[in-house]
T-cell receptor, first 112, second 116 residues
Framework: AQRVTQPEKLLSVFKGAPVELKCNYSYSGSPELFWYVQYSRQRLQLLLRHISRESIKGFTADLNKGETSFHLKKPFAQEEDSAMYYCALSVSGGGSQGNLIFGKGTKLSVKP | DSGVTQTPKHLITATGQRVTLRCSPRSGDLSVYWYQQSLDQGLQFLIQYYNGEERAKGNILERFSAQQFPDLHSELNLSSLELGDSALYFC???????????????FGEGSWLTVV
């Protein structure tokens, strides 16, 4: 079954501390993974996609197929990073053509 | 601004009623998706349309239906509303139907539905 697991509901860190938001997936095909960020129940904004191997707002994420993980990392957290972060898996084939399966989300709180 | 527009932004209605949520995808996008975000269920995929045809179905209730029109805008119809249908409904769009490097999904701001 296709599944995305974000084990932490809430992650609280101090400003300047490193951040790692965990994401594990279950998918038999070749995964395409994304991180979306949502500020105060607003629109989901695309933060990263693993294919691009980019760094956005200081965040990076590496796909580890052996561990089936796609953890989101930032070396120094900022207060403006406080938001909900969702890991998502894009599935294709069969009845699910490119739609996203989301994890439950992790709320990141960066304290001053 | 993602380019995906949704109306209305907020809606309050009574149980048993019917509402229609509207979505205009990004210019050039052929695929439209509907998601429901609630406190207890999180983000759930409801349904996808591609170029006017239903492409994939997720956890969409029989009381709910959707369609995509020739101009590619989409509507999500919710009927016989229950208190538990209160949620944020997101529309999203992408260029293609399937997964792929170019097929990133962009979200609208959502429609807040409150059923009282």
């Amino acid at each position: 079954a296709q599944r995305v697991t974000q084990p932490e509901k809430l992650l609280s860190v101090f400003k300047g501390a490193p951040v790692e938001l965990k994401c594990n997936y279950s998918y038999s095909g070749s995964p395409e993974l994304f991180w979306y960020v949502q500020y105060s129940r607003q629109r989901l904004q695309l933060l990263l996609r693993h294919i691009s191997r980019e760094s956005i707002k200081g965040f990076t994420a590496d796909l580890n197929k052996g561990e089936t993980s796609f953890h989101l990392k930032k070396p120094f957290a900022q207060e403006e990073d406080s938001a909900m972060y969702y890991c998502a898996l894009s599935v294709s084939g069969g009845g699910s053509q490119g739609n996203l399966i989301f994890g439950k989300g992790t709320k990141l709180s960066v304290k001053p | 601004d993602s380019g995906v527009t949704q109306t209305p932004k907020h809606l309050i209605t009574a149980t048993g009623q019917r509402v229609t949520l509207r979505c205009s995808p990004r210019s050039g996008d052929l695929s439209v998706y509907w998601y429901q975000q609630s406190l207890d269920q999180g983000l759930q995929f409801l349904i996808q349309y591609y170029n006017g045809e239903e492409r994939a179905k997720g956890n969409i209730l029989e009381r709910f239906s959707a369609q995509q029109f020739p101009d590619l805008h989409s509507e999500l119809n919710l009927s016989s509303l229950e208190l538990g249908d209160s949620a944020l409904y997101f529309c999203a769009s992408s260029t293609n139907a399937g997964g792929g490097i170019g097929n990133t999904i962009y979200f609208g701001e959502g429609s807040w539905l409150t059923v009282v």
